[in-house]
């Protein structure tokens, strides 16, 4: 399967962007889809994902700002993001995962990303 992430830019602090990942397959095949970013220097770092169920789990730096979600019939998952910070710069890709916890193994189906960068 193919995941393509979109929907990134440049905004303030303070702002909002939705993020789209769209595959090229049903993610009905998949225990979880999950958000992540990596930003300059840093490694890539697991920010949300949402389970087939529906049930989702952020990281403490982004809960209550970042929500995501599913779209089963179009085979794509967003990442609503809102009041945004300078430190939440970071290309965002998003994957497929093994299980439905933090420690699950990921898929190897990374796109490219796509470059969010806030200003302060």
């Known amino acids: 399967v193919q995941l393509q992430a979109s929907g990134g830019g440049l905004v303030q602090a303070g702002g909002s962007l939705r993020l789209s990942c769209s595959a090229s397959g049903s993610i009905f095949n998949f225990p979880a889809m999950g958000w992540y970013r990596q930003a300059p220097g840093k490694q890539r770092d697991l920010v949300s994902f949402i389970t087939i169920g529906g049930n989702s789990d952020y990281a403490d730096s ?14 794509t998952v967003y990442l609503q993001m809102n009041r ?3 430190e939440d710069t970071a290309v965002y890709y998003c994957n497929a995962r093994r299980g ?6 990921d898929y190897n189906y990374w796109g ?4 969010v960068t806030v200003s302060s």
């Open 62 to 75: 982004v809960k209550g700002r970042f929500t995501i979600s599913r779209d089963n019939a179009k085979n």
């Open 112 to 115: 490219q990303g796509t470059l």
């Open 100 to 105: 439905t916890g933090w420690s699950s193994r």
């Open 84 to 86: 945004l910070k300078p």
